[in-house]
């Protein structure tokens, strides 16, 4: 390791600065006299590679170092010593740039968690790249953050979002979230929460489910579209955490009123009255809901219609993925042709529509083309079909009613359909497309997917994995009375 900056010569000090701004201007100049503008006998000498292993080596060896910094941590009683080249880190730290602007020698003081990664951001801050593992990535980009390196921190987010899927024992998206609502990234923390919503139940049996913030927890339970296999589902692992956590009776309560109990059969309900320890200690703040529950299945949807408002969440199911709401579908080599299939769901949630069924006829084409893109005849001979390439074509999935009734008065149906992809050995959901009634079809659906390709991402062992699922949601007809 060299010997502490503070003494070196001035002229030693600044002859390393000049090699080091050297060095990088003589690469610079050799990227630009390649582009010769067309001339045939133009070449690219790229020595980048040599490039970066010498400034590995100034790193490594402490070669001409004109600063030094020593990273304090409460971890350990020896400071971590650096020596380092006040250019380099100028160049990618306005905070070094600063810190190194009057004096050579710079103490840092580091909790442990970014100490430990302190080697890692200084080789970044002269090679321009480093590798990180899922509990690395938190503290790289407080390092980021802290010394302003905007660079790396949009490529510790970015790394962030990417891996949302990954595995890891003890997870990682809740932890994530949280760091994102403190630091205010708010891409970072949208997409946290969006894999929570359309993954919630591989969460809710994992072991980040205990670290859900409150006020993570009530976000999620006013979202429409978590998937999960049953509201009952929901209010158990609701359950749990509320017995783990122990919150004030206020939060408690705040989060039962959030279970949406019409979602849960009249059965189910009288089980969880009976059974459920939290339920009976905050009967007071939910009697009412589970009263109107009760009223819900007992009555039919136009009468309690004329009584109640069914247009507001509680009564707006979430997607739910037992066999009663809808049905999966896994098509095999859907680059091929043209597949149709259909299933059968319940009317409504409440139960006084239990026992009527909706048949639902499926098809999709994973080539379908938009009319501007279809073969055109002409009277001309020169030109009588419009050439037309198979990869102008889109997939396209189209949900209709195989029937119609009276009973469908008064209910109309969302329809949405998740698109599972496989993740580190898990399959996931990537994408959610919802529509209404008015529409037989999601106009984006796989605008994007090259289903073509064996390699897709969204294809499972050549096979596209769909889940459809038909929410049935219930209008007034008739004014609520007062």
């Given at each position: 390791?060299?010997?502490?900056?503070?003494?070196?010569?001035?002229?030693?000090?600044?002859?390393?600065?000049?090699?080091?701004?050297?060095?990088?201007?003589?690469?610079?100049?050799?990227?630009?006299?390649?582009?010769?503008?067309?001339?045939?006998?133009?070449?690219?000498?790229?020595?980048?590679?040599?490039?970066?292993?010498?400034?590995?080596?100034?790193?490594?060896?402490?070669?001409?170092?004109?600063?030094?910094?020593?990273?304090?941590?409460?971890?350990?009683?020896?400071?971590?010593?650096?020596h380092t080249h006040q250019l380099l880190l100028s160049l990618q730290s306005e905070v070094f740039e600063s810190l190194l602007r009057n004096q050579s020698v710079v103490t840092l003081h580091e909790p442990p968690e970014t100490a430990a990664l302190f080697e890692k951001f200084i080789r970044y801050?002269?090679?321009?790249?480093?590798?990180?593992?899922?509990?690395?990535?938190?503290?790289?980009?407080?390092?980021?953050?802290?010394?302003?390196?905007?660079?790396?921190?949009?490529?510790?987010?970015?790394?962030?979002?990417?891996?949302?899927?990954?595995?890891?024992?003890?997870?990682?998206?809740?932890?994530?979230?949280?760091?994102?609502?403190?630091?205010?990234?708010?891409?970072?923390?949208?997409?946290?929460?969006?894999?929570?919503?359309?993954?919630?139940?591989?969460?809710?049996?994992?072991?980040?489910?205990?670290?859900?913030?409150?006020?993570?927890?009530?976000?999620?339970?006013?979202?429409?579209?978590?998937?999960?296999?049953?509201?009952?589902?929901?209010?158990?692992?609701?359950?749990?955490?509320?017995?783990?956590?122990?919150?004030?009776?206020?939060?408690?309560?705040?989060?039962?009123?959030?279970?949406?109990?019409?979602?849960?059969?009249?059965?189910?309900?009288?089980?969880?009255?009976?059974?459920?320890?939290?339920?009976?200690?905050?009967?007071?703040?939910v009697q009412d809901l589970l009263f109107q529950a009760f009223q819900f299945h007992a009555a039919s949807p136009l009468h309690f219609a004329k009584y109640f408002d069914v247009n507001c969440s509680m009564f707006l199911p979430r997607n739910y993925l037992a066999p009663s709401w809808g049905s999966?579908?896994?098509?095999?080599?859907?680059?091929?042709?043209?597949?149709?299939?259909?299933?059968?769901?319940?009317?409504?949630?409440?139960?006084?529509?239990?026992?009527?069924?909706?048949?639902?006829?499926?098809?999709?084409?994973?080539?379908?083309?938009?009319?501007?893109?279809?073969?055109?005849?002409?009277?001309?001979v020169a030109g009588a079909i419009q050439p037309v390439r198979i990869e102008d074509g889109r997939p396209r999935l189209v949900i209709t009613p195989a029937m119609s009734s009276p009973d469908f008065a008064g209910v109309s149906f969302q329809k949405t359909v998740l698109v599972g992809v496989r993740?580190?050995?898990?399959?996931?959901?990537?994408?959610?497309?919802?529509?209404?009634?008015?529409?037989?079809?999601?106009?984006?659906?796989?605008?994007?997917?090259?289903?073509?390709?064996?390699?897709?991402?969204?294809?499972?062992?050549?096979?596209?994995?769909?889940?459809?699922?038909?929410?049935?949601?219930?209008?007034?007809?008739?004014?609520?009375?007062?």
């Open positions: 390791m060299a010997r502490l900056t503070g003494t070196r010569p001035v002229a030693t000090r600044r002859w390393g600065c000049a090699a080091a701004f050297l060095l990088l201007l003589l690469t610079v100049q050799a990227a630009q006299k390649a582009d010769f503008s067309g001339d045939s006998t133009a070449a690219t000498i790229n020595h980048s590679l040599t490039l970066l292993q010498r400034l590995q080596e100034l790193l490594q060896n402490g070669n001409s170092s004109d600063s030094v910094l020593r990273v304090r941590s409460a971890a350990s009683d020896e400071p971590k010593v650096f801050l002269y090679c321009g790249g480093v590798s990180i593992l899922l509990h690395q990535a938190i503290p790289m980009h407080q390092l980021a953050s802290k010394y302003r390196v905007w660079g790396l921190q949009r490529g510790v987010a970015e790394y962030m979002r990417t891996h949302l899927a990954s595995e890891s024992s003890q997870g990682h998206v809740v932890g994530w979230y949280h760091y994102a609502v403190r630091v205010g990234d708010a891409a970072l923390q949208e997409s946290c929460l969006q894999f929570l919503a359309w993954n919630l139940s591989a969460v809710l049996g994992s072991a980040e489910w205990g670290s859900v913030s409150v006020e993570l927890l009530l976000l999620l339970l006013e979202r429409s579209d978590l998937v999960l296999h049953s509201e009952l589902e929901l209010y158990t692992a609701v359950e749990g955490w509320l017995s783990r956590r122990q919150p004030e009776a206020p939060v408690a309560e705040r989060v039962l009123r959030a279970i949406r109990y019409p979602m849960i059969a009249p059965s189910q309900l009288f089980r969880l009255q009976a059974q459920s320890a939290v339920l009976a200690r905050h009967r007071g703040a999966q579908w896994v098509i095999t080599n859907p680059a091929r042709d043209d597949r149709s299939t259909s299933f059968q769901t319940q009317l409504g949630p409440s139960s006084h529509d239990a026992g009527k069924r909706v048949t639902w006829n499926v098809l999709f084409s994973p080539r379908w083309l938009p009319v501007s893109l279809r073969p055109v005849y002409s009277d001309s993740q580190q050995g898990r399959v996931l959901v990537k994408h959610a497309y919802s529509f209404h009634q008015s529409s037989d079809e999601a106009a984006d659906f796989l605008a994007h997917a090259d289903l073509q390709k064996r390699t897709s991402e969204y294809l499972i062992d050549n096979s596209l994995h769909l889940h459809i699922i038909i929410k049935p949601v219930y209008h007034s007809l008739i004014k609520v009375k007062k």
